[in-house]
């Protein structure tokens, strides 16, 4: 199949990732059983015009409920099984993945160490460049002025 263009999260990542998307599903189910409360039956008495929509969203409400009832646990455990861990102080030295750029989009992470070093050269050279740009800039302007 060839070799992959996306890496897999690691694990520490993947594990807070769960966690949020169980957050998130969590904060849906809560504002689903909220509306059930508040707003469900007006919803459905107002479609008691035709009896085919009052059928239809009757079904439909209860499957949202199965199902929510059926991811609530689901969620729960993920909550439970991948809590961030918490950190402690942040070391002086930066680490080796910092020097990466870990702050960056995965797909930037992702480079080959060969063209991460190729790139910082080229920033390098470019920053050269345009210091030299610059005082010739500076001075075209000195003269513009004068």
């Not at 694990?11 to 957050?23: G, N």
């Not at 469900?40 to 949202?64: E, N, Q, R």
């Not at 080959?112 to 075209?140: F, I």
């Amino acid at each position: 199949m060839g070799s992959q263009s996306q890496a897999t999260p690691s694990a520490p990542r993947r594990s807070t990732m769960l966690f949020r998307r169980a957050r998130s599903g969590l904060v849906l189910i809560a504002l689903f059983w909220l509306w059930m409360l508040f707003g469900a039956a007006d919803f459905v008495a107002a479609l008691f015009g035709s009896p085919i929509h009052a059928a239809l969203a009757v079904f439909a409400l209860g499957a949202l409920t199965l199902i929510s009832l059926l991811f609530l646990p689901i969620c729960i455990a993920y909550l439970v099984l991948n809590r961030p861990k918490v950190h402690a102080a942040p070391s002086v030295a930066p680490q080796a993945g910092e020097a990466q750029g870990n702050g960056l989009a995965p797909v930037i992470r992702m480079m080959p160490r060969r063209a991460a070093v190729h790139g910082a050269a080229l920033t390098s050279r470019a920053a050269v460049r345009g210091a030299a740009l610059t005082s010739r800039a500076a001075a075209k302007w000195r003269d513009r002025a004068s």
